[in-house]
């Protein structure tokens, strides 16, 4: 940048670390019981030949890895930035999100795919022995459910942790029903079905997961914030006489960033004008908006005609 620009910053990022980072305590409890009970899903699914238990199993198996690659995330973004590295290694957790989604979604279609298969040729699933196994998944999701509900509003990341959990729940669920219908009439299709369902729970969350998690890595403006009701608020300030080049996106889950151009008027030219002004900018923007982390850049009026001239 040329003499004469100024420009006022404000390093918001939340204490601590990242959004994702105040709950790391949880995410380990969580863990440790889904490994838990995924092990013990699994060899309650090879004994009773039940796919709806094994499906239940490799869904948590899912969870474990999405707890694990979230966890991982927040050692690494925790990192302090660098001269590379200007914000550090937040995106981090939008990654391991990113990830958690791919996982999800294989993991949905295989499901899908056996259970179709096993419609073709159902095996003999043994009901009393897996709704034993199902009720002690279903406790524990329910513990894991509780202790995530608080984070997801939060983190992406935890947002994925919660909603694989969840879905656990659901299916833990669906494996009792079709283990109740198989004791009492002995239709072993119904175990099919429930991996069935099972698998459709799984993809269309991770749809909605991965379309906000790409809205992020493609720095769309979060959703929570309206463009031209920031605009307004700018342009409502004493001394401001334009915006341009505004720009508002998210570094990683509770992190947003934005950058402006504000074209000043005349009498606030001085020391004391920009002074205020960037004050009054970085106080609208935190109250109303969230917004912490900003960089203006103020200048005269006429100064965006030949602004890319300056940069080349």
């Known amino acids: 940048m040329g003499a004469g620009h100024n420009h006022g910053h404000t390093h918001g990022a939340p204490a601590g670390g990242t959004a994702t980072a105040a709950h790391r305590g949880r995410l380990r409890i969580a863990l440790s019981i889904t490994l ?11 004994l ?17 890895v999405g707890l694990g690659m979230a966890l991982l995330a927040i ?19 939008i990654l391991a999100a990113l990830a958690n989604c791919l996982l999800l979604l294989g993991v949905g279609g295989f499901l899908l795919y056996e259970a179709v298969d096993r419609f073709i040729t159902p095996p003999e699933t043994k009901g009393g022995l897996t709704i034993v196994f199902a009720l002690i998944g279903m406790a524990a999701n329910l513990v894991s459910l509780s202790l995530l509900t608080r984070g997801q509003k939060d983190s992406l990341n935890v947002r994925g942790a919660y909603l694989e959990v969840l879905a656990d729940t659901l299916g833990s ?8 219908i ?9 175990d099919p079905i429930a991996g069935l369902l099972i ?48 720009h508002v996106w998210t570094i990683t889950s509770g992190m947003p960033v934005l950058s402006a151009h504000v074209v000043v008027e005349q009498e606030s030219l001085d020391v004391a004008g920009h002074e205020k002004i960037l004050h009054d900018l970085q106080g609208c923007l ?15 009026g006429g100064h965006a005609e030949h602004e890319a001239r300056l940069c080349h």
């Open 36 to 46: 838990s009970v995924m092990v013990v899903e699994i060899v309650g699914g090879i």
């Open 48 to 64: 009773s030949d039940s796919l709806a238990l094994l499906a239940d199993a490799a869904h948590m198996a899912t969870d474990a």
């Open 75 to 93: 050692h690494f973004a925790g990192r302090p930035p660098t001269a590379k590295r200007t914000f550090g290694y937040a995106r981090a957790e």
């Open 173 to 180: 669920f669906a494996v009792l029903v079709s283990a109740g």
């Open 182 to 190: 198989i004791l009492a009439t002995g239709w072993q299709s119904a």
């Open 199 to 246: 698998g459709l729970m799984i993809v269309p969350r991770t749809l909605k997961l991965l379309r906000e998690t790409l809205d992020v890595l493609l720095e769309a403006a979060p959703k929570d914030v309206d463009m031209a009701e920031v605009r307004a608020h700018m342009l409502a300030l004493p001394g401001v006489a334009d915006v341009h080049d505004l």
């Open 286 to 300: 935190g109250h109303h908006f969230d917004v912490e982390h900003c960089t203006f850049q103020l200048e005269p």
